[in-house]
């Protein structure tokens, strides 16, 4: 039932942001508002929580060796070590680094615990997370390619990669009519990836038993958040056209430090732009900043060299103790009087033992 109220926390949430924008823009003409100064604060925000955060990590203390590793480590020279599973060098951990970031290689390792019911009894079972791996790597990626894609906006003359990304990406020429007198823009296929990623990541969290209970809001919101991201987008290529050359041109102003806003942008537009604004203020505060994370982790970023070179903790200063004779020192009275046995007798207590012993 927890999911439920996490899934619709979420929709409304993003339902409002949604709102927010359509009618800032359709009934009051704040244009100025969502077109320049949401997106400068946003990317405030983003900036200053991005410097906090990795501040943050870097004043962490990592007083020992935590690299995980996979495989044999380096000890003797005869023994073959794995050099990119538990490197000893600088030079490993930048291949493993690589891919890390590039290729996602520890979740393509990744495995599910199943509990399954067979004819001969129950049995656990270990799966592995294929389609998890296929759809994150799909995700990232196509949201790299629309990334970059939108460069065409910001830029003039148009960059020569943004032109080959965007012949690769529409290779397939889906939705180009032949038809004279019809412009019917080509289908971008990163466009179809991201939004099928983004569907079975939502669908997985609610099938799987184990994810669904561990999923809170913060795991719904930028699911729902990008979906709506991409679904004005492709509204705008493909069904609600607006005026590009507007858009460029707010979009340069931007860019420049220059801001103005012309007239003729849809209110879809503005939705589209206050929801990635959305999502880039709210990066540094969410699990999507592990974006910027993976590169200070210490399990991912350290050789595992301890047996070779000794690690000294760098914040081991000296430490001010209270030794137990200094504690006795302090409290011994209250102690006797507690009926506490204390190593040291009082003085007098000591005299009066040693008359006592001479009177006898």
Known sequence: MNFIISILFSGIVVSVLVLIPW?????????FLFGVVVPYLAM??????????????????????????????????????????????NGGVIIRMLFEVLLFRSLFRNTRLEY????????????????????ALMFHYSFLVIFLRHFRFFMEPIPGFVHILEKLDGFLQLGVLPVSGLNVPS??????????ALTYLFLRRIYIPQTRYISLPADYFPLFLILALGLTGILMRYF??????????????????????????????????????????????SKLVHMAGVFLSPTRN??????MKRHINPWD???????????????????????????????????QSEETGEKE
């Not at 009618?23 to 244009?31: I, K, M, P, S």
């Not at 007083?63 to 599973?85: C, D, N, V």
């Not at 399954?116 to 296929?134: F, H, Q, V």
């Not at 030794?323 to 000591?350: C, D, N, S």
Request: charged share 20%.
């Open 44 to 89: 405030a925000v983003f900036f200053i929580g991005m410097v906090a955060r990795v501040i943050g990590w870097g004043r962490s203390p990592v007083p020992f060796r935590i690299p995980t590793t996979a495989g044999q480590q380096f000890s003797l020279p005869w023994i073959k070590y794995s050099k990119i599973e538990s490197p000893k060098g």
């Open 116 to 135: 399954r019911r067979l004819a001969n009894g129950p049995k656990l079972d270990y799966e592995w997370e294929k389609w998890l791996w296929l759809a």
């Open 187 to 196: 289908v971008f296929l990163t466009d179809m990836l991201l939004m099928l």
């Open 240 to 285: 609600i056209r607006v005026d590009i050359t507007a858009v460029k041109t707010l979009a340069l102003g931007l860019f420049t430090f220059k801001p103005t806003v012309p007239e003729g942008i849809g209110v879809i537009f503005f939705i589209h732009l206050f929801l990635i604004s959305m999502l880039i203020a709210y990066f540094p505060f």
């Open 302 to 307: 350290l050789a595992n060299n301890s047996r």
């Open 317 to 351: 200063y000296p430490v001010k103790v209270h030794t137990y004779e200094e504690y006795e020192e302090e409290f011994r009275e209250l102690m006797i009087q507690a009926g506490l046995p204390v190593e040291k007798q009082p003085e007098k207590v000591e005299e």
């Open 23 to 31: 009618v800032g823009v359709a009934a009051f003409d704040l244009r």
